[in-house]
């Protein structure tokens, strides 16, 4: 059975010429980058090619590229560091509908005696800009926002935020792990002083990391030990995975354009068609600007985890949410932050597009969802009445 996958928000197939470029690096030159002789410096001289590949893709320099294991250690750096740096600052704000590598931490904060803030959304997952106007103080250490929403693809105004949050003196973090590659970013034309991306989102593979470090920006390590990425995060590089990365950033530009009309065209037919056979359902964000490959639509009177079930025999692989979460039995927090209603928000499927993904693909699920979506309701007693009433 061939898998059709529209989970890329999960995690992306490596790119074969990604995993051709790193392939060398671990049976061939596998020296320590951080050596002195020959073997490590011939590893180092790609390590610096893939940093400023990675800059190049977010407009930003080499410099102020730190490479980590994932995109959940950026996250925990940046938000650390704030607070060492601004020790007489208590206050964190977030918001309600952050990835779980954030909001725990946030969360985990509030024991230790911070205030964290947690900004609302609107129905369509919009961020309330004028509550971050209201509560950001000079208390504020760092304000910490994702670009692009990992459930419902929406995009944040993070440059106007981090105006806002740069004007009481505060750090300005964004979780981009889901808008790198999809979407243009401009480092050098932003107000953003971190930035965390993860390889494995972008056709790298995991357990490779960034986080954006704008030059000038006050800086406390959350690793110690060497001197390596100059003292900013200590341990030996993981140089295949850097090497990796850079050549899936270098690809990630190029196919930026595809992104965004391509994908974006499958992803709007795969919706508009759904929702056109199947009743009673709704584009969670779908008044909102969102990534080009992201869609999540919410099905009444049915499950999620039995949508995917049954998906799944056909090989057909989504996802009800985030990864990170999966396992729970509550509905989304992002959704429940929407207002979603509660006989819509149990039976939410997002599926995320790749470029990889194929028309036939998108054709197959069009084909086999509708009458899954049925079958379900039909098993369902509010799904028996709704489907009386539709005679």
Known sequence: MKEIY???????????????????????????PSSMHFFGGQVQRKVDEARGRVAALL???????????????????????ALEVFPDRRHVITSRV??????????????????????????EGRLDMEELKAIVDE??????????????????????AAAIAKAKGALFHSDAVQAVGKIPINMANSRIDMLSLSGHKLHAPKGIGVLYLRRGTPFRPFMVGGHQEKSRRAGTENAAAIIALGKACELAG??????????????????????????????????????PNTTSIAYEYVEGEAI????????????????????????????????????????????????????????TVIRELPPIIERLRRMSPFGREFLKGQG
Not at 8 to 28: H, I, L, S
Not at 101 to 122: F, M, P, W
Not at 280 to 291: D, K, Q, S, V, W
Not at 321 to 341: D, I, W, Y
């Open 139 to 160: 208390d504020t250490a760092i304000v910490s926002l994702m670009w692009a929403n990992n459930e419902t693809g929406v995009i944040f105004p993070v440059e106007e």
């Open 308 to 363: 995917l079930l049954l998906l799944s025999e056909l090989g057909v692989c989504a996802s009800s949410g985030s990864a990170c979460t999966s396992g729970s039995l509550e509905p989304s927090h992002v959704l429940r932050a929407m207002g979603v209603p509660f006989t819509c928000a149990h039976g939410s499927i997002r599926f995320s597009l790749s470029r990889y993904t194929t028309a036939e693909e998108i054709d």
């Open 6 to 32: 529209l989970d890329n928000n999960a995690t992306t197939k490596v790119d074969e010429a990604v995993f051709e470029e790193m392939r060398p690096y671990f049976c061939e030159m596998y020296g320590n």
């Open 254 to 291: 190029l196919n930026m354009e595809l992104e965004n009309t391509q994908v974006m065209a499958l992803r709007d037919r795969l919706q508009n068609e759904l929702m056109a056979r199947i009743p009673n359902a709704r584009i969670n964000g779908g008044g909102a600007e969102r990534l």
């Open 59 to 81: 407009g930003a320099s080499p410099d102020e590229i730190v490479f980590t294991a994932c995109g959940t250690e950026s996250d925990n750096a940046a938000i650390r560091s």
């Open 98 to 123: 952050e990835h779980p590598a954030v909001l725990t931490q946030c969360r985990n904060l509030i024991q230790k005696g911070y205030r964290v803030s947690e900004i609302g959304v609107d129905g």
